[in-house]
């Protein structure tokens, strides 16, 4: 194997849902829901707010601000339903045992 430069043996992402958000904003644009234009935008947007972090460890919680921003403007999403899932995968978070994977179904208020 090559040598990499500097830092590329670090994880890309923190966590897995920022995989999960990069994906979905991957996939969302290629099926031409949005420009990346539209998209750099939104994203340039969330980063710029007042209380933004100097060192950029809070990007993927704009990155996905910004994907729910860009859903709701678009009339893609409604601001009620992007509200009720982050809350509803909030309470499934808290409700998932340390290292398994978040699912909605660990949600406690979710009808079975």
């Given at each position: 194997m090559a040598d990499l430069p500097p830092g590329v043996d670090a994880p890309?992402?923190?966590?897995?849902w920022q995989a999960e958000a990069f994906a979905m904003t991957v996939a969302l644009h290629d099926k031409g829901l949005?420009?990346?234009s539209e998209w750099a935008q939104a994203l340039s947007s969330?980063?710029?707010?007042?209380g933004a972090a100097a060192d950029g460890h809070d990007y993927y919680e704009h990155w996905l601000a910004a994907l729910e921003s860009l859903l709701i403007s678009k009339g893609l999403a409604?601001?009620?339903?992007?509200?009720?899932m982050a809350e509803a995968w909030e309470?499934?978070?808290?409700?998932?045992?340390?290292?398994?994977?978040i699912l909605l179904e660990n949600d406690p208020r979710q009808i079975r």
């Open positions: 890309v992402f923190a966590e897995p949005f420009s990346w969330e980063v710029k707010k007042p409604a601001r009620a339903d992007v509200d009720a309470r499934a978070a808290h409700a998932t045992p340390h290292g398994k994977p």
